[in-house]
């Protein structure tokens, strides 16, 4: 069942006019599928295929299934195939039935490619795969062909057959499909079909010793599901006379049509598994779900709604042009969700000791708090104020700036929902000169916030009680690479990650669960950590814009 709803809008890009219009032709239920392979975690490009296959067949009264290309059994394991379904239910999209595998069909795969040798469109060759590398040719020479090409049919069955049993050590053999050593496409010269592979594979433990290669198995796989439209990216394209080959020579009992679509690139971020696995095993970043990286679980655990995600998917858009996307855009979306779902909370990054000196001491009071500005709904909540508070460093000047409108001396300031405050005097220390504590009197008329008199005060700070607030861990995040398009690692964003240890939140956060997101006022959205801690999931406004990249 697909959990997106169906809309009856016209399709909004050329994949779903195409469906549409196969649809009207031919009629029956599109069929699409998301086919990761378990040797990584997904990304957001993977949420960008996600969102148009499951959003095609949602849209259409289609079905889409979840399979995993499961054909290389020495990168691949059960701890990334659960972490895939995991994410993709995090995303919202549920899929068809079980949890697919092309190893599910290896049996079926093996008939095919059995017939294919018997017909004298396979065989089993004995180059290594270096050999073979080197037989290639280029794009603009022909490859040579291997001098087991023209061994007998009847040969080959046999041998393939001793494959299978196990007979043979890893790379003696490989069965190949038998095309054209000069075709103009590299993909057609004599592709490798299976390899030997003494492995165990986490779905098909040791069943198997020989593997299909993963064009072998995907286009197979698609046929055998009754896949109608096999949805990829655009470096598939040249493989796709490859797929027709194979569906023109073993003659599935379906044929799907192939269409490519253009990668989700993503500015200031890497995105392939290869690369971002990199990232994780040379210890740039703290795993998989470090909050900076690409990754769904990484978004996760930085605060990213799904939904924010998915409109950011549908906002880029499918084509077939390269492109790069500024990761501003996700931003932007992150920022709309969140501003619409976060609850608002108190947090001060780092605190200066405010003391309301003719605030009796050991009082406290409680002000009444809006949870949401523009959501009545929401409710509020109770926020303790007493003598001492916390307020934000930025947030008071000895000697303002032109212009700043806050906390200075023998200025008045609002704190937010509480009442007006004046800044008497203030304390230094007397090594650094820096700041320690402000001390005001209070306006006991404005509790609320507002002044009896009706006294214009423009600026309003937040502001946490010292004696019931709770110490946090915050941790900022920045772009992992300082330039659009990185290289590899020598790229990255050496100040990507700010870590404060003595930050202090409101109270109430105390019993804040994991995953949830805040809107710190005038800070920024946050979301808690396992750990307690607070990530910043994204700024308020976009400061990056009119930052220089270095
Ligand atoms: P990677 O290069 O990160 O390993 P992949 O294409 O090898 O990616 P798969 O697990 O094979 O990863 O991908 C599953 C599906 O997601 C495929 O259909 C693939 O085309 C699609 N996909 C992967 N990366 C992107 C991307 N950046 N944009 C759009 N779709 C993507
Ligand atoms: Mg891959």
């Not at 499909?177 to 986490?202: C, K």
């Not at 930050?503 to 019993?511: F, G, M, W, Y």
Request: aromatic residues 10%; glycine residues 8%.
């Amino acid at each position: 069942m697909n959990t997106r709803p169906a809309t009856a809008t016209a399709p909004t890009d050329f994949i779903r006019r195409i469906v549409a219009a196969d649809l009207a032709a031919a009629g029956g239920r599109p069929v699409t599928r998301f086919p990761p392979e378990p040797n990584g975690y997904l990304h957001i490009g993977h949420a960008k295929s996600m969102c148009l296959n499951f959003g095609v067949a949602g849209e259409t009264g289609g079905l889409c299934r979840l399979r995993f290309d499961d054909t290389n059994p020495l990168k691949e394991s059960r701890e990334f195939a659960e972490a895939i379904e995991d994410d993709v239910r995090w995303l919202g999209f549920g899929w068809e039935g079980a949890p697919r595998h092309a190893s599910d069909y290896f049996e079926e795969m093996y008939g095919y490619a059995l017939e294919l040798v018997r017909a004298g469109f396979a065989y089993v060759d004995e180059l290594s795969a270096e050999e073979i590398r080197e037989t290639r040719g280029t794009l603009t020479l022909p490859g040579r062909e291997s001098p087991w090409r023209e061994r007998p049919a009847t040969e080959s069955a046999e041998l393939f057959a001793r494959m299978r049993k196990g007979e043979f050590p890893d790379g003696a053999y490989v069965l190949r499909a038998r095309i054209d050593m000069a075709s103009g496409n590299l993909n057609l010269r004599d592709p490798v079909l299976y390899r030997i592979r003494h492995a165990v594979h986490p779905h098909t433990g040791d069943a198997w010793c020989i593997y299909p290669t993963y064009d072998f198995a995907q286009v197979l796989a698609d046929a055998i599901e009754g896949v109608t439209h096999s949805l990829c990216t655009l470096e598939f394209e040249d493989h796709r006379p490859l797929y027709e080959w194979i569906l023109e020579h073993v003659r599935p009992p379906a044929r799907p049509r192939q269409i490519e679509f253009s990668r989700l690139n993503l500015e200031h971020t890497v995105m392939s598994k290869r690369r971002l696995a990199q990232l994780v095993e040379e210890g740039h970043v703290d795993g998989w779900s470090d909050p900076r990286m690409p990754t769904l679980r990484g978004m996760r655990r930085r605060g990213y709604p799904p939904a924010a995600i998915r409109d950011f998917c549908e906002r880029v858009g499918v084509t077939r042009k390269a492109s790069r996307t500024e990761m501003g855009l996700l931003e932007r979306c992150v920022r709309d969700e969140l501003d619409r779902s976060a609850p608002r909370a108190m947090g001060v990054l780092r605190p200066l000791r405010l003391v309301v000196d003719d605030y009796p001491a050991g009082a406290f009071e409680e002000f009444d708090a809006l949870n949401h500005p523009r959501d009545p709904g929401a409710g509020t909540r109770k926020l303790p104020f007493g003598r001492e508070l916390f307020i934000e460093r930025d947030d008071f000047m000895a000697e303002p700036a032109p212009g700043f409108r806050r906390l200075a001396p023998g200025r008045e300031v609002r704190l937010r929902y509480a009442c007006i405050v004046r800044c008497e005097s203030f304390e230094t220390d007397p090594a650094t000169g820096a700041v320690t504590v402000v001390h005001c009197s209070f306006d006991p008329e404005s509790r609320g916030g507002r002044a009896a008199d009706g006294r214009k005060v423009p600026g309003t700070i937040h502001w946490v009680s010292a004696a019931r607030a709770r110490p946090a861990v915050v941790r900022l995040y920045d772009r992992l690479f300082r330039v659009p398009d990185p290289g590899g690692p020598e790229d990255l964003n050496p100040a990507s990650l700010e870590v404060i240890e003595d930050a202090r939140v409101e109270p109430s956060l105390a019993a804040a669960p994991p995953g949830a997101c805040f809107q710190f006022e005038r800070i920024g959205y946050f979301c808690r950590d396992e750990d307690h801690g607070f990530n910043r999931t994204v700024t308020l406004r976009d400061g990056w814009a009119r930052r220089p990249a270095g």
